[in-house]
């Protein structure tokens, strides 16, 4: 599967940005999708995972209440809602599709496809 994010920029603390990403090669409903992200320094980190339908989600404790994940797949896309952000979430952001049809996990190793990850910078 092909993915491709967009969406990034930089933001004032407490602002929102809205990252979406395509997907296109595979049944797209059918695998759950995750976004995670990296700042200089760090390892890529889990932020938000949807089921394939879309009726389960799970968060980093650093974004929940903050974040939403969600996902069109009649679009074939997800899409991260961030709002209230603050610096510590700058970082590159990547969107990924996990390997197996209908496993669920917050582990990147566990993903097989990503998108070629967006900037967000938030200022304080």
């Known amino acids: 599967v092909q993915l491709q994010a967009f969406g990034g920029g930089l933001v004032q603390s407490g602002g929102s940005l809205r990252l979406s990403c395509e997907a296109s090669?595979?049944?797209?409903?059918?695998?759950?999708m995750g976004w995670f992200r990296q700042a200089p320094g760090n390892e890529r980190e889990f932020v938000a995972t949807?089921?394939?339908?879309?009726?389960?989600?799970y968060y980093a404790d650093s974004v929940k209440g903050r974040f939403t994940i969600s996902r069109d797949n009649a679009k074939n896309t997800v899409a991260l809602e961030m709002n209230s952000l603050k610096p510590e979430d700058t970082a590159v952001y990547y969107c990924a599709s996990v390997k197996y049809p209908n496993y669920v996990s917050l582990v990147p190793t566990d993903y097989g496809s990503w998108g070629q990850g967006t900037q967000v910078t938030v200022s304080s």
């Open positions: 949807i089921s394939g339908s879309g009726d389960s989600t």
């Open positions: 090669g595979r049944t797209f409903s059918n695998y759950y």
